[in-house]
Nanobody, 116 residues
Framework: QVRLVESGGGLVQPGGSLRLSCRAS?????MGWYRQAPGNEREQVAI???????NIAGSVKGRFTISRDNADNTVYLQMNNLKPEDTAVYYC?????????????WGQGTQVTVSS
């Protein structure tokens, strides 16, 4: 099993920035971020396959940047120009294996609150 641990959440004012980090206990094919606000479904924010950003949500494009440090099994989410609607629990996501033998992993979540 691979464990994912997020950090970097907190309370910021609108227009502020946060940098989320997620360190995995092993190497993963894909890593990324989802978020979930109370009462809402979990939504995908950004995903990297290897070193390539394969998906990024339209609601955060131009404001959020995903990156990876493969040597340290860590994925980051740089969040700029934060808006109140970005408030959610952010979950780190990882996947290993190939088709026919895929395994998904989730972190415990870190709270991001954007409020004045």
């Amino acid at each position: 099993q691979v464990r994912l641990v997020e950090s970097g959440g907190g309370l910021v004012q609108p227009g502020g920035s946060l940098r989320l980090s997620c360190r995995a206990s092993g190497s993963l094919r894909s890593m990324g971020w989802y978020r979930q606000a109370p009462g809402n479904e979990r939504e995908q924010v950004a995903i990297m396959l290897g070193g390539i950003t394969t998906n990024i949500a339209g609601s955060v494009k131009g404001r959020f940047t995903i990156s990876r440090d493969n040597a340290d099994n860590t994925v980051y989410l740089q969040m700029n120009n934060l808006k109140p609607e970005d408030t959610a629990v952010y979950y780190c996501y990882g996947q290993q294996g190939d088709f026919g033998n895929l395994r998904d992993y989730w972190g415990q979540g870190t709270q991001v609150t954007v409020s004045s």
